[in-house]
C-alpha cells in the first residue's frame, strides 16, 4: 500500500522559512516523479513543485520559483520541499504527491498546514 | 497556462439519481485529464485519468468521457458517500492545471 507521510509544518512568520518532509513507503521511490500540491484555506488545488525521478529536472509554479525548492532522497525515500521567504499567501494545506509519468498524481499524502502570519 | 473551468459550482442531487459534473479547457488536451474526489477533511483522491479510464478501486458507477476542450464526469446511482468536491486536471501541458472543483451535495 502506498503511504505518503508529509511533516514540517506549523506557523511561521511572513519571509521566514519552513522545510516539508515526505516519507514514502509502499512503492519504488525512484522509480517515480514526485510533487508538492497546496491548497490554501477554502479553495481549490495548486500544484506547486515537481521532481524527476533522479532529481535532474524540477518545476514550480511561478508563484514559488525563486523561493521553493524542491529535492528528494532516493536512498531514503524522502521528498523535501524548503520554503524560503515565505508569504501569506503561502497558507496551504501542503499534500505530497506521486505522479504518474509526469502526467496526473495517484496517490497522495494526508496533507500538513503551513500557516505564514505575523 | 491552459484554464480549466468546471460547471457548475455546487450540485445538489438526490440518492439514486445521476449527477452530470462538466469541465471545459481553454485549449485542447486532447484525452490527457484526470479527475479527483475530495472528501471534507481528506486528501484528493485520483478518480479517472485519460478522461475515461477508472483509477484502481473506483466503482463502475463513476464514468468519465470527452476529449479536446469539453468533458464530463458522470456520477450514476448517486450515494450518500458521493457528497465531495470533484477536481479536473490537465495534463496536456505545463504548468499542471485544476479547474477549480464542483461540489457534490446530497438532497
Not at chain 2, 61 to 88: H, K, N, P, V
Amino acid at each position: 500500500e502506498v503511504q505518503l507521510l508529509e511533516s514540517g509544518g506549523g506557523l511561521i512568520q511572513p519571509g521566514g522559512s519552513l522545510r516539508l518532509s515526505c516519507a514514502a513507503s509502499g512503492f519504488t521511490f525512484n522509480n517515480f516523479s514526485m510533487a508538492w500540491v497546496r491548497q490554501p484555506p477554502g479553495t481549490g488545488l495548486e500544484w506547486v513543485s515537481v521532481i524527476s525521478i533522479h532529481g535532474t529536472n524540477t518545476y514550480y509554479a511561478d508563484s514559488v520559483k525563486g523561493r521553493f525548492t524542491i529535492s528528494r532522497d532516493n536512498s531514503k525515500n524522502t521528498l523535501s520541499l524548503r520554503m524560503d521567504s515565505l508569504r501569506v499567501e503561502d497558507t496551504a494545506v501542503y499534500y505530497c504527491a506521486k505522479l504518474f509519468g509526469l502526467r496526473y498524481f495517484d496517490h497522495w499524502g494526508q496533507g500538513i498546514l503551513v500557516t505564514v502570519s505575523s | 497556462e491552459i484554464v480549466m473551468t468546471q460547471s457548475p459550482a455546487t450540485l445538489s442531487v438526490s440518492p439514486g439519481e445521476r449527477a452530470t459534473l462538466s469541465c471545459r479547457a481553454s485549449q485542447s488536451v486532447w484525452s490527457k485529464l484526470a479527475w479527483y474526489q475530495q472528501k471534507v477533511g481528506q486528501a484528493p483522491r485520483l478518480l479517472m485519468f485519460g478522461a475515461s479510464t477508472r483509477a484502481t478501486g473506483i466503482p463502475a458507477r463513476f464514468s468519465g468521457s470527452g476529449s479536446g476542450t469539453e468533458f464530463t464526469l458522470t456520477i450514476d446511482r448517486l450515494q450518500s458517500e458521493d457528497s465531495a468536491i470533484y477536481y479536473c486536471q490537465q495534463y496536456n501541458n505545463w504548468p499542471l492545471t485544476f479547474g477549480q472543483g464542483i461540489r457534490v451535495e446530497i438532497k
